[in-house]
Each structure stands twice: as structure tokens, then as C-alpha cells.
């Protein structure tokens, strides 16, 4: 069973920047994608970034310029650095992987980051 730790979430005024992780574990399997999703209240569940083994990115339109997605692959770790943080950034964000050949989809358990002067 995949474990996916996250941290770096908190609270941060207008215009800060803060860098969220997760890491990986309990797999053979490499890691085809990797990435984060948000979930603001009464919104749905909506993608920010992610990555592919391979270097391959895409991002919500929302925060192209602002937020940079990357991972490394020897230690299965995802990083999202945020820049000029919105109020409307606030969300619960998930990290989110794919396994490489048997291609499952594992969630972690969310971490808040509220954006709020």
C-alpha cells in the first residue's frame, strides 16, 4: 500500500510563497505522475499541477506564473512552491500519484493552506 506524507501547508498573507511536499513510499512501482489537486469549501476537487517521470508538466490556468511544480525521483518526493499567493488560493490541497505499470492512483490526506491577510 502506497503512503503518501505531506506537509507545508499553514496560513500565509497576501503575496507570500510557501512550499508544499509529499513523499512517497510502499511501492516497487516508480512513479508514472505526480501531483496536487485543491479543493476549496463548496467547490469540486480541481487540479493544480503535476509531472510526469519524465519531466512532463501541466498546470491549472489559475496559477500558471505563480506556482512551480517539481519532483525527484530517487527519493519518490513531489514539490509545489507557491508564489504570490491569492485569497483564492485557499484550499485544501492532495497530493496525487500514479503508479507506473499498474497505473493506480493514490491521494494523501490533504493539508490547508489558507491565504488570508
Known amino acids: 500500500q502506497v503512503q503518501l506524507v505531506e506537509s507545508g501547508g499553514g496560513l500565509v498573507q497576501p503575496g507570500g510563497s510557501l512550499r508544499l511536499s509529499c513523499a512517497a513510499s510502499?511501492?516497487?512501482?516508480?512513479?508514472?505522475?505526480m501531483g496536487w489537486y485543491r479543493q476549496a469549501p463548496g467547490k469540486q476537487r480541481e487540479l493544480v499541477a503535476d509531472i510526469t517521470r519524465t519531466g512532463i508538466i501541466a498546470y491549472a490556468d489559475s496559477v500558471k506564473g505563480r506556482f512551480s511544480i517539481d519532483r525527484d525521483n530517487a527519493k519518490n518526493t513531489v514539490y509545489l512552491q507557491m508564489n504570490s499567493l491569492k485569497p483564492e488560493d485557499t484550499a485544501v490541497y492532495y497530493c496525487?500519484?500514479?503508479?507506473?505499470?499498474?497505473?493506480?492512483?493514490?491521494w494523501g490526506q490533504g493539508t490547508q493552506v489558507t491565504v488570508s491577510s
Open positions: 496525487n500519484v500514479i503508479t507506473s505499470v499498474t497505473f493506480r492512483t493514490y
Open positions: 510502499g511501492t516497487i512501482f516508480t512513479f508514472y505522475s
